[in-house]
């Protein structure tokens, strides 16, 4: 049956500029989300990622130039106390002969025990070191100069702001320490300071990689090593002579406390959100690595990442609205994982931070909101196909109904015809040729009306579910030899032979009327479709448990494209429609109904030009619910 207009897929200009403007709107809405999705805080998450970038990637290198002096717990247990002013001024003399670039203690000396007489032995030695400096996280402001030191006595030692910076109250607020101060108030930091005795460009800092401003100050990223990454000694090694000064030299010596006494030792960083992640000295020598190397990770600038935020809705959206959904999520999901690798690729060689947070939210928001509208969309889609099925169902019924009723009413009137034209025949008064000849021409029409008429109202049952099956054990080759019998005066007018080649059967449950005649449509379309002088082989066997009828002729056979079709209802070929043989299309329909009411199957077999084949198969027992 056609589709009707409003089914088919063809486009209009109407429904094309819709789809044009539908399609302007949805970048308009993808963009304008992505907008609002920029505008929200996300930097917890977004260091989160940033933490873990940092933790999956390889270390990078350090330059060499920091060693590490711990008080750890194994000086403890050889000094048995915390070192004093003593134990100090004993490193400080080992030291002073080491010839380092630079000593910096990241302790408070006012917090060390002794007596006055070690107090004065380490403030002597102290003041005779001019490459000694103890950082503290204070900051002298401008107008403030000369106010950062250390109460007398010892205010003679060179104090150097060099605060550790934490997210507590910006950024992420993790507690975590990912940032350094590179100058506040223009005035550069200790770890500028000592970086420059290495690598003196740097007293340009504004050539510092990822430098960014945040409340007066200049601030860029550390690029963490992981922890333990540079070479240390234990205070009590070198203080006993376990181990020897002489690797200081030239080097950057900081000193810190490893204890596990107080939290101002230690430092959460993205290796560990711990409180004791990261010990002190390390973060300082870390920073003064990033500074040296000027390998600080740099944040992508602020278009990019609106440009990716924009990629991913528009992309989401995309997919939400025209793909079906399984494949939309596996392109989403692909492409996500693409954009991920993108961003950890860009931050582990080249220390390129890529916003990740922004466009994971743009994902799961495009998704989440546009996902119940295209379930609408859905919804009403089914919805009109399901009313358009219910229509067609309601028009081929009623169609169905039509085509009964008349093929009934018209069934009276033909046989009334072809009553009167048997009288006329039988009757002995002669007739003249051409009146005769009429007559054939009445009574072969009045066949062909009947046989249509006949097939109609059958196939009318089958829509109706009315056809009757009534089994009886009957032998198939007695049907069989019965309706060849019927047709041979057909098949004569085309000097057809039919060659029966019928093995004895056992007689099997059958309802002899429907399977007479699916073998009739078989056998008449053989006859009808078959050239002149050919032959038409009905054979019967019985084969693996089963009753095989087979009809071959030698016909034109079915063309490849068309085989698949010729069961269908009132499907004709295309040589036959332009033929002049006669037919419904209804014929293998029939047919294959009634082999499978009767439990069995019709198939067909035909090579284009090479005849036909059509095998029926037969259960030997009746199964119920067949
Ligand atoms: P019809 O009334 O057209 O014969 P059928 O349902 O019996 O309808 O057959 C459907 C189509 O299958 C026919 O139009 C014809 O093209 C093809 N067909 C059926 N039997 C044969 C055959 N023996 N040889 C060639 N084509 C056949």
């Known amino acids: 049956m056609a589709i009707p207009p409003s089914l088919d897929a063809a486009e209009t200009p109407g429904p094309r500029r819709k789809k044009i403007l539908f399609g302007i709107l949805r970048l308009a809405l993808a963009l304008g989300l992505a907008g609002f999705i920029a505008q929200i805080k996300l930097d917890y998450i977004e260091a989160y990622f940033y933490d873990l970038r940092t933790r999956i990637r390889p ?60 107090r004065a032995r380490f403030l002597r030695v102290a003041a005779g070191m001019p490459n000694l400096l103890f950082l503290t996280d204070d900051l002298e402001m401008n107008g403030e100069e000369g106010k950062l030191r250390f109460p007398a006595p010892f205010d003679k030692l060179r104090v150097a702001p060099g605060p550790k910076s934490s997210d507590t109250s910006n950024f992420a607020k993790d507690g975590v320490t990912r940032r350094f101060l590179i100058s506040y108030q223009d005035r550069p930091t200790a770890h500028v300071e000592l970086a420059r005795l290495f690598r003196p460009r740097i007293a340009d800092t504004e050539k510092v990689r990822g430098r960014f401003s945040f409340l ?17 000694s234990s205070l009590s090694d070198l203080i006993d002579g376990h181990e020897s000064a002489a690797r200081f030299r030239d080097r950057i010596v900081l000193i810190g406390q490893d204890t596990q006494m107080s939290e101002r030792d230690y430092a959460r960083t993205p290796y560990s959100r711990e409180s004791v992640g990261m010990r002190s000295a390390e973060v300082h020598a870390n920073i003064i690595d990033t500074l ?51 961003n950890f690729f860009l931050f582990w060689p080249f220390a390129w931070w890529v916003s990740l947070a922004h466009p994971l939210l743009a994902f799961f928001l495009c998704y989440y909101f546009f996902i119940p509208y295209r379930l609408i969309i859905e919804n009403r889609r089914s919805w009109e196909i399901y009313q358009k099925h219910r229509l067609l169902q309601q028009v081929e019924e009623l169609k169905t109904n039509f085509i009964s009723m008349m093929s ?35 009574r072969a029409s009045g066949d062909d009306l009947l046989k249509f008429i006949n097939a109609i109202l059958q196939y009318g049952r089958i829509e109706a579910q009315q056809v009757p099956v009534r089994r009886q054990s009957r032998d198939i080759n007695v049907i069989l030899l019965d309706v060849i019998r019927r047709h041979e005066f057909l098949a004569k007018l085309k000097r057809i032979r039919l060659i029966d080649e019928l093995e004895p059967l056992f007689p099997i449950p059958v309802d002899p009327e429907l399977m007479g005649q699916v073998f009739s449509n078989l056998i008449e379309n053989a006859i009808k479709y078959s050239p002149e002088d050919t032959k038409v082989l009905i054979s019967s066997e019985e084969k693996d448990g089963r009753v095989v009828v087979q009809i071959a002729d030698q016909g034109p056979g079915i063309p490849p494209d068309e085989i698949a079709h010729v069961f269908m209802k009132f499907f004709r070929s295309k040589n036959a429609r332009s033929s002049t043989v006669k037919g419904s299309g209804l014929g293998l329909y029939l047919a294959r109904y009634f082999t499978e009411i009767n439990g069995g199957t019709l198939t067909v077999e035909s090579s284009y030009g090479q005849g036909s084949t059509f095998t029926i198969e037969l259960p030997l027992q009746h199964t119920p619910g067949e």
Do not use: C
């Not at 440009?307 to 989403?332: C, D, E, N």
């Open 59 to 118: 270390a990078p290198a350090t330059t060499g130039h920091l060693e590490m002096i711990f008080v750890d717990p194994v000086t403890i247990r050889d000094l048995k106390r915390s070192p004093g002013f003593g134990a100090h001024a004993r490193l400080l003399e080992i030291l002073s002969t080491a010839s380092a670039r630079a000593i910096v203690y990241d302790l408070d000396p006012t917090q060390l025990k002794g007596s006055d007489q070690d």
């Open 216 to 232: 007066g100050t200049e601030q860029s990223h550390i690029n963490f090593r992981p922890p333990r990454s540079y070479p240390e």
């Open 292 to 342: 040296l190397r000027n390998d600080a990770p740099a944040r992508a600038p602020l278009w990019l990442n609106l440009f990716f935020i924009a990629v991913v809705s528009v992309l989401t959206v995309h997919v939400v609205f025209a793909m079906k959904p399984t494949r939309g999520l596996v392109i989403l999901a692909f492409a996500f994982a693409g954009f991920t690798f993108l």
């Open 408 to 442: 009934h009413d018209l069934k009276t009137p033909i046989a009334r015809i072809q009553g009167m034209t048997d009288i006329i025949q039988r009757d002995p008064t002669p007739l003249s040729n051409g009146q005769r000849e009429a007559l054939d021409t009445i």
